[in-house]
């Protein structure tokens, strides 16, 4: 496979119709002066991605990616996209209403987390920063356990051996490290899995992501790294992060790197099965560049308007994940009115159930701060658990006395 | 190995990482220079002869992704002793031990466990540059998730290694590099001593000494001098410095009542002044003075030129006795 020549490689058909107006030579598209909003549409025009729909629906053929996919797992795809993107709505209502304290949104990323999450086997392992929450699905983690850590009743609700997903990250770019180190313990097992490590454009600034860079690439490690290049880490525009296009930062570590469409579902699934299986059979890691945005703020607790247009937004808009494929398969006559209206109704229920399991979501008992910081225990937790279990009871003994009073 | 043979820390721990990996395959041992050299100090040496290239692994040198690999290696059941070159060189992996390792328990309400053990040559007096000298002990301690310990002798660096490297939680073990060379008996065959406990080295009943690594052999020293005075100093080895031994410390300075704290850190901030907190709030009827606490300024490590200057040596820490003893 010669994944790199192919991302490089000038596509006939391109990427966007408006490519071939805003060429460039690649000197330009390092020069610094290409900075600011105009020169990132520019960029992202002029590098090619590994696209199989068209943002007007259109299926298109890859070279290297070809992908054939039956009815059925198409409209699951469509499934996926749905039922996460009216999770995560679900749940920026939630922050809104008081119910979280803080929600990170993955509205236009579907793509991108399910194309990757339903390439991945299920003896694979994943490592996620905080926004996968359309890969946590792909993986069957129920989605009322990401929302614990965001209402504060706890930091990762969910068992990471249960469904081989990592808890979610918050130190940007930490997790590719382990994720590194898993692939050398797989390695190691002689096992034929794979690991994937997430992480955005913001953290591939941190030494972190380089070192699993170099890490994987000396131990030739099965694992895939998925940077999701949602153009902002915060306010950060990508410019503020790298003067090459992120896919090209592979290749200085020895291992090869594809920029793929990450509003094209088929594209990043695709391209994950490739870079999976590569990992599998013993070529070591690759890099994917799932060229994406973030519709919505970096946090509920962010607002865009302060940093960025309203123009960007709306150009984005219309390379929306699911509406293309939506118009792709009902051009094919691949989905009813009848399918899409039961999609609607599961949505329905789904956001039902993650509003009234949050709301009956407890508060941790008092004494699950001292439970798990140690695995053998540990003699200073044991004396203040066992003070601070006196000063609780002694509201009891208060209350007692005062009842009986 | 024979039995109470006498031994330098280096080759005990050496022989600890050797026990381990017989013991159990999934112990690797993963560092800078690890493999071929066998350290910078030859801690490793042979191993990688012995155990192979997949299991003593040299690797890039960059400290975040050795912790960072390490712990990923944990997750997948393995059991890495991690080696960090030197006591300054930790700072880069800082984030990874801090944010990742010491936390990843409790953030998966125990359902995963990251049991990696961090070597870190440590402390001063070997005539070193800069970052090559330092006691940064006090900063991992106050993390909780973390277990820190530190041996003084042969017997203990063989035996407390092996139990840190068995245990299911992180553990930083301090390795006082000026007594690496410095040889002792090395029982491989008596039960040791539970990791967390503090040991009395030498018995007094004047005063109690606590101190901890390189400093255990400074302050057996001065409890000879102040012998010759006339002055009867009991020694605390404490050993682990998360958790602290505390009730060892107590039943010393009840029997004694007064206390002196030695470490080469920062006074500042330091591990004495823990100690100094809890054992007055313990013993604060049975104190004849005040907890007293000899160690580094709030100053850089030094030059080496001056670092005679800076470690609390014979002098200083007689000097902190006489003090105590004339409340």
Known sequence: ?405 | MAVHEKITIAKAINASLRASMEADPKVLVMGEDVGKLGGVFRVTDGLQKDFGEDRVIDTPLAESGIVGTAIGLALRGYRPVVEIQFDGFVFPAYDQIVTQLAKMHARALGKVKVPVVIRIPYAGGIGAVEHHSESPEALFAHVAGLKIVTPSNSSDAYWMLQQAIAGDDPVIYFEPKRRYHDKSRLDTESIPDPLHKARVVQNGSDLTLAAYGPMVKVCLDVAKVAAEEGKSVEVVDLRSLSPIDFDTVQSSVQKTGRLVVVHEAPVFFGAGAEIAARITERCFYQLEAPVLRVGGFHSPYPPSRLEDEYLPGLDRVLDAVDRALAY
């Open chain 1, 1 to 405: 496979m010669t994944v790199e020549g192919t991302a490089q490689r000038k596509n006939a058909r391109g990427s966007s119709k408006r490519t071939t107006a805003k060429k460039a030579t690649p000197a330009k598209k390092a020069s610094p002066a290409k900075t600011g909003t105009a020169g990132r549409a520019e960029q992202a025009e002029q590098d090619q991605l590994v696209q199989l729909l068209t943002p007007e629906g259109k299926r298109v053929e890859h070279p290297d990616y070809s992908i054939d996919l039956s009815p059925e797992e198409l409209r699951g795809l469509y499934r996926d996209m749905v039922l996460t993107r009216q999770f995560d709505a679900e749940a920026t209502t939630l922050q809104r209403q008081g119910e979280l304290g803080l929600w990170a949104s993955l509205l236009g990323q579907e793509a991108a987390q399910i194309g990757s999450g339903r390439a991945l086997r299920d003896d694979d392992y994943v490592f996620p920063t905080y926004r996968e929450h359309g890969v946590a699905w792909c993986r069957g983690v129920d989605p009322t356990n990401l929302l614990g850590m965001f209402r504060g009743v706890n930091h990762g609700g969910w068992d990471p051996n249960s469904n081989n997903f990592h808890l979610y990250t918050i130190v940007i770019g930490s997790q590719t490290l382990h994720a590194t180190g898993y692939a050398m313990g797989v390695q190691k097992d002689g096992a034929d899995s794979a690991v994937i490590a997430y992480f955005g454009d913001g953290a591939s600034s941190q030494g972190d992501v380089a070192e699993s860079f170099t890490f994987s690439a000396v131990y030739n490690a099965p694992v895939v790294f998925f940077c999701q290049n949602n153009q902002w880490a915060i306010s950060e525009p990508t410019e503020k992060q790298t003067r090459v296009p992120l896919y090209q930062r592979a290749r200085g570590f020895g291992f090869p790197g594809v920029r793929v469409d990450g509003n094209d579902v088929l594209a990043c699934l695709a391209v994950t099965k490739a870079a999976l299986e590569r990992a599998r059979t013993g070529q070591g890691p690759m890099l994917i560049e799932a060229f994406t945005y973030r519709m919505g703020a970096h946090t509920t607790s962010d607002d865009p308007t302060r940093y960025r247009a309203d123009e960007e937004r709306a150009a984005w808009e219309a390379k929306d994940p699911i509406q293309r494929l939506r118009v792709y398969l009902q051009s094919e006559g691949l989905v009813d009115e009848e399918f899409l209206a039961s999609i609607e109704e599961e949505s329905v229920a789904l956001g039902k159930r993650v509003r009234e399991a949050v709301r009956a979501m407890p508060d941790p008992d008092h004494m699950a701060i001292f439970e798990n910081v140690y695995a053998d225990g540990h003699a200073l937790v044991d004396e203040e658990r066992a003070q601070f279990a006196a000063y609780q009871a002694s509201f009891a003994d208060a209350d007692a006395i005062a009842e009986g009073n």
